[in-house]
Each structure stands twice: as C-alpha cells, then as structure tokens.
C-alpha cells in the first residue's frame, strides 16, 4: 500500500498551523498549532539548531502520522525541493527508534498535485471545514525529541 503525504501551512510560518495530512484510500491529518510550533522553534534556537527545525518537525509530523499504519511506501510532496535527503534521514531515524523497520527505498518525493486526496483532506482541516483526527501538543513533541 502506498501513502501519499501533503501538508498545508508550511511548518516555518510560525504564525500558522500546520496540517499533515495522508491518503491511500483512507485519509486522516493530524494538525500543530502556531504556538506550538513556536515553542519547539525557540528550544531548536537555543541549541544552536534553528536551521534544521523545519525538516525536523516536518518529518516528526509525517512519522506521528503514518507510525501506525502498514505501508510498502510513502510519497511525501515536495515541500521542500534539494532537501529530500535530510527529511529522509530524520524520518527514517524516527522508524528505527521505534523499532519499524522501512528501507529508504521505501520513502520518495515527489509533487501530489491537486488530484490527490491528501491535499483535499490537509487543505480542508486548515481552512477549518474538517476536523482533523489528531492535534500534536507541545509535550509529544518534545517527548520525540528527547528519544
């Protein structure tokens, strides 16, 4: 089964939610909020991380999304064009941390387009005429990051 992966609200525009949203014949989203999204910012800062916060929330939400599902592939939209690598690696080291394993063969990129029911699905829930199944809080966030 293939999962295709799209997300309205870019993660970097702080001043909005983020939606991630899937699709392979089911669809669900799970949604971040803009103080949340802050918050985690703030910590990747302090760090001295600011410049990887975005592909990592970024693949954090895809993996809190699809961590339960059965797939042989996930299509993620390009979201991020010559970033697909780094995205890649955090996602798949999320996997092996909680004992799943997926080949990166098994994750590629490539843009969803409009046809795909995960950008109707994600586009919907952040315009607020869906609900979305699962809303990410701060404290599941910082739970992925201390693993």
Not at 62 to 83: C, M, N, S, W
Not at 143 to 147: H, P, V
């Given at each position: 089964?293939?999962?295709?992966?799209?997300?309205?609200?870019?993660?970097?525009?702080?001043?909005?939610?983020?939606?991630?949203?899937?699709?392979?014949?089911?669809?669900?989203?799970?949604?971040?909020?803009?103080?949340?999204?802050?918050a985690i910012q703030k910590v990747f800062r302090?760090?001295?991380?600011?410049?990887?916060?975005?592909?990592?929330?970024?693949?954090?939400?895809?993996?809190?999304?699809?961590?339960?599902?059965?797939?042989?592939?996930?299509?993620?939209?390009?979201?991020?064009?010559?970033?697909?690598?780094?995205?890649?690696?955090?996602?798949?080291?999320?996997?092996?941390?909680?004992?799943?394993?997926?080949?990166?063969?098994?994750?590629?990129?490539?843009?969803?387009?409009?046809?795909?029911?995960?950008?109707?699905?994600?586009?919907?829930?952040f315009t607020g005429k869906r609900k979305a199944?699962?809303?990410i809080v701060l404290r599941e966030i910082l739970?992925?990051?201390?693993?």
């Open positions: 089964m293939i999962i295709y992966i799209d997300q309205s609200g870019k993660v970097e525009y702080t001043s909005k939610h983020t939606v991630i949203a899937y699709s392979n014949g089911k669809k669900s989203a799970l949604i971040i909020k803009a103080k949340d999204k802050r302090q760090v001295g991380k600011g410049r990887t916060f975005v592909f990592w929330l970024f693949s954090t939400l895809i993996f809190l999304l699809v961590r339960d599902l059965e797939f042989k592939e996930i299509v993620i939209d390009t979201e991020y064009p010559g970033k697909s690598d780094i995205i890649k690696n955090y996602l798949l080291e999320h996997f092996r941390r909680c004992g799943k394993k997926v080949l990166p063969s098994e994750i590629s990129f490539q843009e969803i387009g409009k046809k795909c029911e995960a950008h109707w699905h994600g586009y919907y829930v199944e699962k809303v739970q992925e990051m201390t693993k």
